[in-house]
């Protein structure tokens, strides 16, 4: 079963868009969710994370949005850039537990 | 400051061989985790150790076994293999034990079973 899911799959945005990748969880017991960023041939980079005290974090061009009661969490990239193209993966946690990573978005940022 | 390493960058595997990655973790790390990466998904918890003790463990078969050891590098150790261990295999360290922390990942070890 899945933990975590994820969507889109894919996303395809102009420079200098928004992108928008939702992630949604079923566990109330988890209390940290992390976004890492992947490029090819590298491992996951930690991007940005919160934890459900708080409905919104930003870091530069990045924010994430978190809807308790609705189970969902959400990284909004502001002013895409060509360097963002990588692959971006969700993942929500519990104390002294492991992390449980959603399926992953492939983003191309096209110029 | 070396970031994660990990040996080797890939391998390839018959099934039934048995097969060892290996990873160090940044200077000063005592926590070290691993999971696997099918293509097209996101990693999959597999172990943690901190200290040279099992903290935590995946849902992977018996197989699946890992150590640590007193300079905190870490083995992962895969028997039996089947087609479907054909993966990118991560190690992650961290300074402590909660998974919490900010784990920093390696480039991770391609396995391919034939």
């Known amino acids: 079963q899945q933990q975590v899911k994820q969507s889109p799959q894919s996303l395809i945005v102009q420079k200098g868009g928004i992108s928008i990748i939702n992630c949604a969880y079923e566990n109330t017991a988890f209390d940290y969710f992390p976004w890492y960023q992947q490029f090819p041939g590298k491992g996951p980079a930690l991007l940005i994370a919160?934890?459900?005290?708080?409905s919104e974090k930003k870091e530069g061009r990045f924010t994430i949005s978190f809807n308790k009661s609705a189970k969902q969490f959400s990284l909004h990239i502001m002013d895409s850039q060509p360097g963002d193209s990588a692959t971006y993966f969700c993942?929500?946690?519990?104390?002294?537990?492991?992390?449980?990573f959603g399926t992953g978005t492939s983003l191309t940022v096209i110029p | 400051d070396a970031g994660v390493t990990q040996s080797p960058t890939h391998l390839i595997k018959t099934r039934g061989q048995h097969v060892t990655l290996r990873c160090s973790p940044i200077s000063g790390h005592k926590s070290v985790s691993w999971y696997q990466q099918v293509l097209g998904q996101g990693p999959q918890f597999i172990f943690q150790y901190y200290e040279k003790e099992e903290r935590g463990r995946g849902n992977f078969p018996d197989r699946f076994s890992a150590r640590q050891f007193p300079n905190y590098s870490s083995e992962l150790n895969v028997n039996a293999l089947l087609l479907g261990d054909s993966a990118l295999y991560l190690c992650?360290?961290?300074?402590?034990?909660?998974?919490?922390?900010?784990?920093?990942f390696g480039p991770g070890t391609r396995l391919l079973v034939l």
């Open positions: 919160i934890r459900p005290d708080v």
């Open positions: 993942a929500a946690s519990m104390v002294g537990n492991q992390f449980y």
């Open positions: 992650a360290s961290s300074l402590t034990w909660a998974l919490q922390e900010t784990q920093y």
